[in-house]
């Protein structure tokens, strides 16, 4: 192993211990282990201090402690102490496939990139309703289907749940410059601009948890809207057609209760819409999952994320209208 490790892993971390202990274990069994491992952890009260102290004989890991600032300034901090040629990224709630930094090393062997992201998906071991968000926030029926989906070279826009860039993005540009809520579409958009090679990799997966009930579910994804739209203040033309899908989704169930007591065909005809709507994506889930329970969480899970995503958006987009 080099003096210096060409990857640098920054885990910005707020009173997630276990999590990270999944997601430090995974790194444990990588069949490329040239990295070391920066646990930022930003102002917890429930710190992994004990979690981070578990794994110092395995892994090339090093510990910050910092005050609250949001998980952009974080991850900059991170950048900030690394050692290695290039910088990756992982949400706490992240678990490793045993090959991840082995696909991203032979990718950019055949096809330098300056910055790249990669999927995510579902684990047999998550929960069934983590699987059926898992499911749904990588669908092509949902959101997941606007979330950078044209993997060209330039037009992917890699997420901070699974991202990586070199040291010298992070020099020329300063990192992150959002605080929260899409500050990793803002920096993808901004290395887009200038003139990095941003790329997919379909191998480097990772598998993602998201959260754990559709309570939260529901913030994140109202976060996500929110965000689409504050960076669309900074990058004007970041919100697309497709980003107003959620929207629409809200438009349409609001229609089918005022048609009720005024038109029942009319709402009725809506409402068969949605339920296709539903089948066809419970269908899709069962064929990626091969789980009943899966496919039956996923219409739901579809639903709180569209309403989510929707109801934050259309905040964001009213808030901005009256300031």
Known sequence: MSADPKYSIIIPVYNRPEEVRELLE??????????????VEDGSINTCVEV????TSLLRIRYFFKPNTGPGPSRNFGFAQAKGSYFVMFDSDCILPPNYFTAIDDSLRHTPLDAWGGPDK???????????MAFTMSSVFTTGGI?????????????????????????NTGGFKFDRFAEDIEFSLRMKKLGFRVGYINDAFVYHKRRTNFKQFFWQVFNFGRGRVLVNRVHPGAVKTTHWLPAFFIIGLVSMVVFLPLDRRISAFIGILYFIYILILSVFAYRKTESMR??????????????GYGAGFLREMFRILHV
Do not use: C, W
């Not at 981070?52 to 794994?55: M, N």
């Not at 899966?294 to 309403?307: D, E, H, K, R, Y």
């Open 26 to 39: 995974s790194l444990t069994h990588q069949t490329f282990t040239n990295f070391e491992v920066l646990i």
């Open 122 to 132: 579902g684990h047999k071991d998550f929960t069934p309703v983590q699987q059926a």
């Open 52 to 55: 981070y102290e578990e794994y």
């Open 147 to 171: 979330r950078g989906g044209d993997k060209r070279v330039g037009a992917f826009q890699p997420r901070s749940f699974n991202m990586g860039i070199s040291k010298e993005v992070f020099l």
């Open 294 to 307: 899966v496919a039956l969480l996923a219409g739901p899970a579809a639903i709180v994320q569209l309403i």
